[in-house]
């Protein structure tokens, strides 16, 4: 299922960075609401970007770079990140 799942991220993420240029609409002069077609195309799929990457931000995020792990492995703690360290830098 994850591996599906990444082939299926993968080819989300082809198609939205290969739609990201309006190639279809190259030389053409169409003007809406006092803009270029293809200025708007770049808002509307800027529009979905942002709403396509919140959805893999919450369902996929780590897939592909997180491993499951075996049931018998214990899994690393993961940082809180309401806690603050001094480590490293000046101190605030």
């Known amino acids: ?3 599906t799942e990444l082939g299926l ?8 960075a290969g739609l990201a240029v ?4 190259w030389g053409s002069a169409t003007v809406v609401a006092g803009l ?3 200025l708007w195309w770049h808002v ?7 709403v396509v990457f919140w ?3 919450q369902r996929a995020w780590g897939i592909g770079i997180e491993t499951a792990g ?4 214990s899994q690393p703690e ?3 990140p309401g806690r603050r360290t001094n480590a490293g830098g000046d101190p605030p």
Do not use: H, K, N
């Open 9 to 16: 991220w993968i080819a989300v993420a082809v198609v939205l």
């Open 78 to 80: 993961r940082a809180d």
């Open 22 to 25: 309006p190639w279809f609409l």
């Open 36 to 38: 270029p077609v293809w």
């Open 55 to 57: 959805v893999f931000t």
């Open 1 to 3: 299922m994850r591996r």
């Open 44 to 50: 509307g799929w800027m529009g979905l970007a942002s």
């Open 70 to 73: 075996d049931p018998g492995e």
